[in-house]
């Protein structure tokens, strides 16, 4: 099993920058694929942000539409940590962010992601 434990989340004001962390422990994979998801009350798991590689080597990265520019997704050499660098934040960015991994091809469908951390809470004032 993998398991994931996200940090970083924190109350923030708008135009501020924040930046979390999802550390992974257990079985590995030779290709992998690591995402951020976020979820506001009352509404669906959105995406944000998923990168996938081979080895060392990075060959995807996508961005959802409304953090492009303001987000932007790396890992550590070992492949073990993912991070999240957000800039620019707006309220419209508060939300509770998962990281969430597979073995399977990449994607923005939550229901391709098979290992979730249990959410860090980022919240956005004006």
């Known amino acids: 099993q993998v398991q994931l434990v996200e940090s970083g989340g924190r109350l923030v004001q708008a135009g501020g920058s924040l930046r979390l962390s999802c550390a992974a422990s257990?079985?590995?994979?030779?290709?992998?694929?690591m995402g951020w998801f976020r979820q506001a009350p009352g509404k669906e798991r959105e995406f944000v942000s998923a990168?996938?590689?081979?080895?060392?080597?990075?060959?995807?990265?996508e961005y959802a539409d409304s953090v492009k520019g303001r987000f932007t997704i790396s890992t550590d050499n070992g492949k073990n940590t993912v991070y999240l660098q957000m800039n620019s934040l707006k309220p419209e960015d508060t939300a509770v962010y998962y990281c969430?991994?597979?073995?399977?091809?990449?994607?923005?469908?939550?229901?391709?992601?098979?290992?979730w951390g249990q959410g860090t809470q980022v919240t956005v004032s004006s």
């Open positions: 257990g079985r590995a994979f030779s290709t992998y694929t």
């Open positions: 990168v996938s590689w081979r080895g060392r080597n990075t060959y995807y990265a």
């Open positions: 969430a991994a597979t073995n399977k091809q990449p994607g923005r469908d939550p229901v391709g992601y098979d290992y």
